[in-house]
């Protein structure tokens, strides 16, 4: 199903609370013949689609709805995370393929505004980089 498929699981991705990383099914979709650029363009328009969705459902429902469908272990796990390093939590879990939690972001009363610029913008540069680096390390090392 191509870039809409990839589209739609980048998004789930980001919106269901997992470790897997949306980068993972777009190294799959490139490697199957889809354009690298388009591939890049899905997955990151895919990937701030469940993002934002996940931080304003988490904003709206709180940590009550949270606890319905992921362990308390984990909730306060990332609490704990935030308590202790604040934003920097966040940016490290955007820019790398830890488990990032935007429906956990949310219900932290962060600011819109603070979750772009610590939670989206790193993601983009994160696929950017991982999924460039990827092909065209590949690329030159075949």
Wanted: with cysteine; net charge positive; glycine share 10%.
């Amino acid at each position: 199903y191509g870039l809409i498929a990839l589209f739609i699981i980048s998004a789930l991705l980001e919106f269901i609370p997992q470790i897997i990383h949306p980068f993972f099914p777009m190294i799959v979709a490139v490697s199957s013949g889809i354009n690298i650029h388009l591939a890049l363009l899905a997955t990151i328009a895919g990937s701030l689609t469940g993002s934002v969705i996940g931080f304003e459902v988490g904003k709206k429902q709180g940590t009550v709805f949270l606890c319905s469908f992921i362990k308390e272990k984990t909730i306060n796990k990332v609490f704990k995370f935030w308590d202790k390093y604040g934003y920097v939590f966040i940016l490290i879990a955007a820019l790398s393929p830890l488990p990032y939690y935007p429906l956990i972001f949310g219900s932290l009363d962060m600011p819109n505004k603070d979750f772009v610029k610590f939670g989206l913008i790193p993601r983009i540069v994160a696929l950017l980089v991982l999924g460039y680096g990827s092909y065209y390390g590949l690329v030159n090392f075949l």
